[in-house]
């Protein structure tokens, strides 16, 4: 799957299972793909290498917050009313011209 941005394509890969859902991002360098959490509404950077960008997507991949340039060691949780929330990883600065209320369009390859 591929998300286009204002400044680029990025490959999205699906964490999907408990091992990815567990080490997701942690220890990579040079991150060039986004990764997404389906059925989540928290995240660590824990053991991360980078910083990264976070978007919080409800149930039709609408942005209802984002952190950019997210640093290590950091916990981040969604008290949303929504239940369907989705958390996408992106490489630090993908998310630059993302805002909240937009809907994003994934593109299956």
Same mark, same amino acid.
């Given at each position: 799957m591929t998300l286009n941005t +204002? *400044?680029?394509s990025y490959p999205i890969f699906?964490?999907?299972t $408990? #091992? @990815?859902r567990l080490f997701g991002l942690m220890g990579k360098k040079e991150i060039t793909y986004? #990764?997404?959490f389906p059925r989540c509404n928290s995240i660590h950077t824990f053991f991360m290498k980078e910083n990264i960008d976070v978007i919080g997507l409800?149930?039709?991949n609408e942005v209802i917050y984002k952190y950019e340039n997210l640093p290590k060691n950091k916990i981040i949780k969604i008290n949303h009313s929504r239940k369907k929330t989705s958390i996408l990883e992106l +490489?630090? @600065?993908a998310s *630059? @011209?993302? @805002?909240i209320g937009t809907i #994003?369009? $994934?593109r299956e390859d």
């Open positions: +204002p *400044q680029k699906i964490a999907n $408990f #091992l @990815k986004g #990764l997404i409800d149930e039709n +490489p630090k @600065k *630059q @011209k993302i @805002k #994003l369009i $994934f």
